[in-house]
């Protein structure tokens, strides 16, 4: 079983930047797709950017975040980053990370298990 665990959260301004971290611990001999999902109040969860195990494959980003958001990894650290610039309050939510049942591509939730708890990302304007 692997645990994920998110940090990195915050309060930033309008056009600030943040970077998250998913750890992983348990069984992480092997490497993981991983995608970050991010859910805010009163809206569904949504998909925002995964990267394969190896992390040499092209990452997958929603439209809303592409150009501003970089997802990487450590395979070393078993750790996956969010790099997040020119955030703005329409970013703001709970931020969540995932492994891939079926890879990498998947950018539904239900292709996604062994949830993190989240980490809260507040922008103000």
């Known amino acids: 079983q692997v645990t994920l665990v998110e940090s990195g959260g915050g309060l930033v301004q309008a056009g600030g930047s943040l970077r998250l971290s998913c750890a992983a611990s348990?069984?992480?001999?092997?490497?993981?797709?991983v995608g970050w999902f991010r859910q805010a109040p009163g809206k569904e969860r949504e998909f925002v950017a995964s990267?394969?195990?190896?992390?040499?494959?092209?990452?997958n980003y929603a439209d809303s975040v592409k150009d501003r958001f970089t997802i990487s990894r450590d395979n070393a650290k078993n750790t996956v980053y969010l790099h997040m610039n020119s955030l703005n309050p329409e970013d703001t939510a709970v931020y969540y990370c995932?492994?891939?049942?079926?890879?990498?591509?998947?950018?539904?939730?239900?292709?996604?298990?062994?949830w993190g708890q989240g980490t809260q990302v507040t922008v103000s304007a």
């Open positions: 995932a492994i891939g049942r079926f890879g990498y591509l998947a950018r539904s939730s239900t292709s996604y298990d062994n």
């Open positions: 348990g069984r992480t001999s092997s490497s993981y797709p």
């Open positions: 990267i394969s195990a190896s992390g040499i494959r092209s990452p």
